[in-house]
């Protein structure tokens, strides 16, 4: 499933700071499009604020110059997916790259009135979740996902995650699936070795919306074992992060057609991103400052804390994003009076503190 990295323009100008919404396609690794996006973009300064698999596909938010800083506070956003769960068989990696080891069947028969709902409804709410052992989380400094391919059994403690929604879209679909017989497992009984059998599986389209951190792997493989046969993961679209939607993101493709006609003009500008000044207003809420506020945090001073009762809500009364930098903090953006974002403030004590300073002096 892995491809090459497509090949993109070059930018003429660096892009200016700000954050580029993407919709990464299937077979490209996160850092893939981060590698791509430096060509695009004239810069090596590219990261991005949350991880797609290679099979995902969906809304991948980089930034771009000063905006690598800002990820951080990004990367707690909550996220939606469109996903597609087929019940009825188990691989290694929990989804629809690894092997099958286990193909118990499944059939929309056995889903017996309000026993797939119930189950749903078991994982939806706060959890206790066990990510998947092909992960990024590191064990004793290796990432999980390396020790699996040496070999090594890996089993992560289980984390507490928010499933805020987890929805059928559609009628379960039933589907057959050809597997040679020493692969279908339970669902082979009896078929001499070598001989494929066909196992019947059920296919459902699930939206989940999430908070950070949240595997949907894990979801589809929980899921599977409350209904006692087993599941994986076949398809993932990210089409959500916090404020952001995968409608407002640009394929690569896109980018270098964009690339290619302004590098044409007469005065490139380079790739457009989405200001940091538009991010802050959308993601947190909104401190106006003084000309003496705006001049004092530049220099890194704190303000005093009750300058936050003058913020206001983000764009559209969105809920504002949670940071993984100041988990369980407030986190408020401060303006100059000409607009320009000065910095992040987050509450301590008495004081309101720059966790971050985008405006220095």
Same mark, same amino acid.
């Given at each position: ?11 003429a ?9 993407v919709d ?12 791509v996006?430096?060509?695009l973009?004239?810069?090596r300064?590219?990261g ?14 980089l930034?771009?110059g ?8 990004l ?22 790259e690894?092997?099958v080891?286990?193909a ?6 056995d889903?017996?009135?309000g ?23 590191k ?7 390396k020790?699996?391919r ?15 929604e987890?929805r059928l ?7 057959g699936?050809d597997?040679? &017989?020493? =692969?279908?497992?339970? $669902? #082979?009984?009896? *078929?001499?070795?070598?001989?494929? /059998?066909?196992?019947?599986?059920? %296919? ?10 949240t ?9 599977g074992?409350t ?5 994986h ?16 993101a640009?394929?690569l493709t896109a ?9 044409a003009?007469?005065d490139?500008?380079g790739?457009t991103t989405?200001p940091?000044?538009?991010?802050a207003r ?6 106006d400052?003084t000309?003496?506020e705006a ?11 009750a300058a ?7 764009v &559209?009364? =969105?809920?504002?994003? $949670? #940071?993984k930098? *100041?988990p369980?903090?407030?986190? /408020?953006?401060?303006?100059?009076? %000409?607009?320009?974002l000065v910095?992040?403030l ?11 300073v985008?405006?220095?002096?």
């Open positions: 499933m892995r491809r090459r990295r497509p090949d993109v323009a070059r930018g100008a660096t892009a200016a700071d700000g954050v580029l919404l990464k396609p299937r077979g490209l690794t996160s850092h893939d499009v981060v590698g996006t430096r060509r973009a004239a810069t300064k590219v991005h604020a949350g991880t797609l698999d290679p099979m995902a596909t969906g809304l991948l938010v930034g771009i000063r905006a690598t800083r800002f990820l951080t506070y990367v707690g956003a909550d996220k939606t997916y469109e996903s597609t769960i087929r019940l009825g068989m188990e691989t290694t990696t929990e989804d629809a690894g092997q080891v286990a118990r069947g499944c059939r929309i028969d889903l017996i009135e026993r797939l709902r119930e189950a749903l409804a078991s994982l939806t709410g706060r959890i206790q979740q066990v990510p998947s052992a092909i992960s990024a989380i064990v004793n400094g290796v990432r999980a996902y020790r699996v040496d070999g090594q059994d890996v089993e992560l403690e289980a984390r507490p995650v928010t499933i805020h987890l879209t559609g009628e379960p679909r039933q589907a699936v597997l040679p &017989g020493a =692969a279908a497992g339970d $669902a #082979s009984a009896g *078929a001499e070795d070598g001989v494929g /059998v066909e196992v019947q599986v059920v %296919d459902l389209e699930v939206v989940v919306s999430c908070s950070s951190g595997y949907v792997r894990a979801l589809a493989r929980d899921l074992r209904l006692g046969c087993g599941a993961l076949i398809a993932l679209r990210r089409t959500g992060v916090g404020p952001f939607d995968v409608g407002q640009h394929t980018l270098s057609e964009q690339v290619e006609t302004d590098a003009t007469p490139p500008r790739v989405v940091l000044e538009e991010v959308r993601c947190f809420e909104r401190l400052l000309e003496a001049r004092g945090l530049r220099f890194g001073q704190p303000l005093d804390v936050l009762e003058r913020a206001q809500s983000p &559209g009364n =969105a809920v504002p994003v $949670a #940071s930098e *100041a369980g903090q407030r986190v /408020v953006a401060g303006f100059a009076p %000409d607009g320009r910095a992040l987050t509450p301590r004590g008495s004081r309101a503190r720059p966790v971050l985008l405006d220095p002096a």
